[in-house]
Each structure stands twice: as structure tokens, then as C-alpha cells.
């Protein structure tokens, strides 16, 4: 099995900074892509930021040049740093991980895995 445990959510004021966590463990053999969603209050679940093995980077332009994502490769662990906050970024963030995973003697490539979900509210 594959769990990803996320951190680092909670309340900030507009213009503030976080920084969000989410470790991958379990039997897995490699990572191709990590990433961050959010889902606010009755929308839809959107992507925020992937970033794949290789480093290639992909933001919505809702967050561009405010969000960075990093992954720490040893640790298999995706940051997400989020600065210049705002209130319409306040949602439910959902780590997410494609891996190649070997458990109960099966072989999973490229499986999807997802985090609990860690609140971020942005408010004065």
C-alpha cells in the first residue's frame, strides 16, 4: 500500500505565506508526479500544481507566480509554498502522487494515490 500524509494547512491572513507537506510512503518503487488540488466549498476539485520526476513544473494561472511546488526526491516528500495568499485560495488542498508500487504481490504502475486533505482558510 501507498499513504501520502499531508501538513502544514491552516489559518492565515490575505497577503500571508504557508507551506504545505505531503510525505509518501509504502511500498513504492518510484515516482513519476506529485501534486497539489483544492476543492472549495461546493466547486469542483482543481489542480493547483503538479511537478513531474524530472522537474518539469505545471501551475493553474490562478496561482502562478505566487505557489512554487518542490520535490524532494530522497524523501519522497512534495512542498507546496503558497505566498501572497488570498481569500478565494481558501479551500480543502489534496496531495496527490502517481507511483509505481509493489504490494500483495502485484506490480501498480503509475497508480493514483491521494491524500486526506489539509484546510487553508485565508481571512482577515
Known amino acids: 500500500q501507498v499513504q501520502l500524509v499531508e501538513s502544514g494547512g491552516g489559518l492565515v491572513q490575505p497577503g500571508g505565506s504557508l507551506r504545505l507537506s505531503c510525505a509518501a510512503s509504502?511500498?513504492?518503487?518510484?515516482?513519476?508526479?506529485m501534486g497539489w488540488y483544492r476543492q472549495a466549498p461546493e466547486k469542483q476539485r482543481e489542480l493547483v500544481a503538479t511537478?513531474?520526476?524530472?522537474?518539469?513544473?505545471n501551475y493553474a494561472d490562478s496561482v502562478k507566480g505566487r505557489f512554487t511546488i518542490s520535490l524532494e526526491n530522497g524523501k519522497n516528500t512534495v512542498y507546496l509554498q503558497m505566498n501572497s495568499l488570498k481569500p478565494e485560495d481558501t479551500a480543502v488542498y489534496y496531495c496527490?502522487?502517481?507511483?509505481?508500487?509493489?504490494?500483495?504481490?502485484?506490480?501498480?504502475?503509475?497508480?493514483?494515490?491521494w491524500g486526506q486533505g489539509t484546510q487553508v482558510t485565508v481571512s482577515s
Open positions: 509504502g511500498s513504492i518503487k518510484g515516482i513519476n508526479a
Open positions: 496527490n502522487a502517481n507511483v509505481n508500487a509493489f504490494y500483495s504481490g502485484r506490480y501498480y504502475y503509475n497508480n493514483a494515490y
Open positions: 511537478i513531474f520526476s524530472g522537474g518539469i513544473t
